[in-house]
């Protein structure tokens, strides 16, 4: 069974610093997406970024970049000049290629954006 | 833009109750979800659904059934509700694995139902 470990319950930062939240990962397939969600306090669901097992690079989108480094099965979310609308939960989840899209999501991270 | 949208923001309902959640999407997508979410424990699939009329458990489905007579809407049911039950229930939808893995699922704004 797949597994999805996020260690830091909650992180605080400093307006315009970057921040890594870290995600690690267990499974023996060979073939998964990994997806980070944002969750405002106001409770919706937001995709931020993918990264397949097979992709060649990092994914970036924006300020978002994903540090993916298969042999430890980690898969850390980047934020670059975080900003105060930055605060929330953050989540990362797996998902095995081509089963029914379920998506296997760790615990959270809760991100803090101080002045 | 995807728009999965849920009936209810917030519910308030009595222990054996039964209650519906409902869920509706206007991208045709085949496969739905429901989770809840606990303080620490993440995002739980409790049951999801590939197509019209079916459906597969989850992680957590006792206590649960869902319904799914049309395409655009997945219905999650609680046949007696219990106050273990009140949580942050969300609802997603997806296009099947098929159809491009980088495809992520789209969730609604929620339900936080609290059962008393």
């Not at chain 1, 830091?8 to 990962?25: H, I, N, R, S, W």
């Not at chain 1, 405002?40 to 300020?63: C, H, K, V, W």
């Not at chain 1, 430890?72 to 290629?97: E, H, P, W």
């Not at chain 2, 496969?31 to 409790?46: A, E, K």
Request: proline share 3%; charged share 20%; net charge neutral.
């Amino acid at each position: 069974a797949q597994k999805i470990t996020q260690t830091q319950p909650g992180m605080f930062v400093q307006e315009k610093e970057a921040v890594t939240l870290d995600c690690t990962y267990d499974t023996s397939d060979p073939s998964y997406g990994l997806f980070w969600y944002k969750q405002p306090s106001s409770g919706e669901m937001i995709f931020l970024i993918y990264q397949g097992s097979y992709d060649q690079q990092n994914a970036t989108e924006g300020r978002y970049s994903l540090n993916f480094q298969k042999a430890r099965k980690s898969a850390n979310l980047v934020i670059s000049a975080s900003q105060l609308g930055d605060s929330a939960m953050y989540f990362c989840a797996m998902r095995l290629t081509g089963t029914a899209s379920k998506l296997t999501f760790g615990t959270g991270t809760r991100l803090q954006v101080t002045l | 833009d995807v728009k999965v949208t849920q009936s209810s923001r917030y519910l308030v309902k009595r222990t054996g109750e039964k209650v519906f959640l409902e869920c509706v999407q206007d991208m045709d997508h085949e496969n739905m979800f429901w989770y809840r979410q606990d303080p620490g424990l993440g995002l739980r699939l409790i049951y999801f659904s590939y197509d019209v009329k079916m459906k597969e458990k989850g992680d957590i489905p006792e206590g649960y059934s869902v319904s799914r007579e049309k395409k655009e809407r997945f219905s999650l049911i609680l046949e007696s509700a219990s106050t273990n039950q009140t949580s942050m229930y969300l609802c997603a939808s997806s296009y099947p694995p098929g159809q491009g893995d980088s495809q992520p699922q789209h969730f609604g704004d929620g339900t936080r139902l609290s059962i008393l």
